[in-house]
């Protein structure tokens, strides 16, 4: 069964320091999301891509954080610099316009610790 | 914007017994989806049950069902004859029914369920 991958699964990093996190869709799903758990919250939506588009990065903190799926494919979020207050898990999911009601699937995560 | 409130940050049930988890939700639009995702430690999140806001009847996945209240703006999730493997973060999830900016998951807070032998 097709999983969304995600690495690094772990990261700690000092702050001030640049941190990227990498994910890989599942096939032929053309809508890509980036999602934020703070510890003990439910996730916040940070970023979405329609193809290699972005079409909401309302929440993204712009100052440091960016993220970008050149070929509409892989994505990668990028942190510079990280802060204390960045530590949490962050989510990559995708979903396909076929099928109803556009399910999203999740992957493992990536777990980041900035000390 | 669309809040979701999970009221319950843990709960416990004893195997083979029953659970309800709560969920209300605070929404303008008429129609919407309604899921309950499940987190187990370490591993991804994964869909349990879905529920379009236009059908009255509540869903069902095998020992998962819904309670959906439209007009309470209620969505409990039931889990009967609970298993070990049961145990995990449980999140209530929103989406508006449109795509493109509007696709986006509103989640609550989460309710870790433990299973007790």
């Known amino acids: 069964e097709a999983e969304v991958a995600q690495s690094p699964r772990y990261k700690i990093t000092e702050k001030s320091q640049a941190v990227a996190f990498w994910c890989d869709p599942i096939?032929?799903?053309?809508?890509l999301y980036w999602y934020r758990q703070i510890l003990g919250q439910g996730p916040e939506l940070l970023v979405q891509?329609?193809?290699?588009?972005?079409?909401?990065d309302s929440q993204l903190p712009k100052d440091r954080f960016s993220a970008e799926r050149l070929k509409g494919v892989d994505s990668t979020l990028k942190i510079q610099p990280a802060e204390l207050g960045d530590s949490a898990m962050y989510l990559c999911?995708?979903?396909?316009?076929?099928?109803?009601?556009?399910?999203?699937?999740f992957g493992p995560g990536t777990r980041l610790t900035v000390t | 914007a669309q809040t979701v409130t999970q009221s319950q940050p843990e709960m416990s049930v004893q195997e083979a017994e029953t659970v309800t988890l709560s969920c209300t939700y605070d929404t303008s639009e008429s129609d919407y989806y309604l899921f309950w995702y499940k987190q187990p430690p370490s591993r991804q999140m994964i869909l349990v049950i879905r529920q379009e806001a236009y059908k009255q009847q509540n869903a069902t996945e095998n020992r998962f069902s819904v309670n959906f209240q439209k007009a309470a703006k209620s969505f409990s999730l039931k889990i009967s004859d609970s298993q070990l493997g049961d145990a995990a973060m449980y999140f209530c999830?929103?989406?508006?029914?449109?795509?493109?900016?509007?696709?986006?998951?509103?989640f609550g807070t989460g309710t870790r369920l433990q299973v007790m032998l």
């Open positions: 891509f329609q193809d290699e588009s972005v079409v909401d």
């Open positions: 999911a995708s979903s396909t316009h076929r099928g109803f009601p556009y399910e999203q699937y």
């Open positions: 096939s032929g799903h053309a809508t």
């Open positions: 999830a929103y989406r508006s029914p449109y795509t493109g900016t509007a696709s986006k998951l509103t």
